[in-house]
């Protein structure tokens, strides 16, 4: 009798324990299911936003945002014996090729006289940034900029100066100063020391001022876009060769980054364009696009 008893009792004892076990199975597979859940989700949230696309989605064109007609009047003097037709034509520019007009334009213009020739080109370029997450368009454009600004051998950052601080560059400017023009025709010495900022030695050049004019030089700007500096280049000089000036202004708007290039090319050897004035005018039609990319 007891042997019977036991005999029914174990299939019954081993079936629960079957059953305990697979039940304790099903939780420890649920648990690590949520678990890993639970973990992806947090791993999820974590991640940063990408940053807003920048200020400026497209870009305005160069030959019409320039087409201020007194200033470039001012940069770009009219030859004589133009017929209307031809003044227009002189002061509308010529739109340079582009593939991609909300990415890169540029516009550029061209002044001839018995005197000098007169270059001006202005550019435009619109920076995306690929990756939002990892860089802001705007810090895409300033990447860009410092780059630029590396180029121009300037300091980053700098303090910026104004022209009337002198002729000399700013302390720990890489900038060199342009190089001396050549000595005049008739062999006068040019061992004794010039005056501070004169553009040559010796006895004056043909077609320059007895006083001196002091060089700029190149610099970091202030009150001009985001960012900006000014790179300021004299040709070398030579017995034949006239030196030609050419100033570029480079700016950065938020996520856009405006070049203004302007050049003087003297017809006369020994004849130097003037520092102040070319920077000046420069200037002047930089401030006006910043303006402009403002409205």
């Known amino acids: 009798m007891q042997r019977t008893a036991v005999r029914r009792v174990l299939p019954g004892l081993a079936m629960l324990t079957a059953l305990a076990a697979g039940a304790a199975g099903l939780t420890g597979c649920s648990g690590a299911s949520d678990g890993g859940s639970t973990s992806d989700s947090k791993a999820g949230g974590s991640s940063a936003a990408p940053a807003q ?7 305005p064109a160069p030959c019409r945002a320039a087409a201020d007609s007194k200033k470039l009047k001012a940069m770009l003097p009219e030859p004589d014996g133009l017929t209307p037709e ?12 582009s593939y991609d007009g ?18 001006l080109s202005v550019g435009f370029e619109r920076v995306v940034s690929y990756d939002r997450g990892a860089a802001s368009d705007d810090d895409k454009a300033k990447q860009v900029y410092v780059r630029l600004l590396t180029d121009a051998h300037l300091p980053f950052p700098g303090p910026a100066t104004t022209p009337g601080q002198g002729a000399a560059n700013p302390a720990g400017s890489a900038a060199s100063p342009p190089p001396p023009a050549a000595p005049p025709a008739s062999g006068a010495p040019s061992a004794g020391a010039p005056s501070a900022g004169a553009p040559a030695a010796g006895t004056p050049a043909p077609g320059t001022s ?7 030089g190149s610099r970091v700007l202030e009150g001009l876009g985001t960012e900006a500096f000014l790179d300021d280049k004299l040709s070398a000089a030579g017995a ?3 030196q030609s000036r050419t100033v570029r ?18 017809t006369l050897p020994g004849t130097i364009p003037p520092s102040g004035e070319t ?8 401030q006006a696009l910043a303006e402009r990319f403002n409205e």
Do not use: M
């Not at 031809?86 to 090729?97: E, F, I, M, S, T």
């Not at 007895?210 to 700029?216: G, R, T, V």
């Open 279 to 286: 920077q000046d005018r420069a200037r002047q039609l930089a």
């Open 53 to 59: 696309p920048g200020k400026y989605r497209s870009l």
């Open 102 to 119: 909300d990415r890169h334009v540029g516009c550029r213009w061209t002044s001839q006289t018995p005197e000098e020739t007169r270059l």
């Open 249 to 266: 202004i480079v700016f950065r708007t938020s996520n856009v980054i405006v070049k203004v290039e302007y050049s003087v090319q003297p």
């Open 210 to 216: 007895p006083s001196a004019q002091p060089e700029l």
């Open 240 to 242: 034949t060769a006239a």
């Open 86 to 97: 031809q003044r227009d034509q002189l002061y509308a520019g010529v739109a340079d090729a």
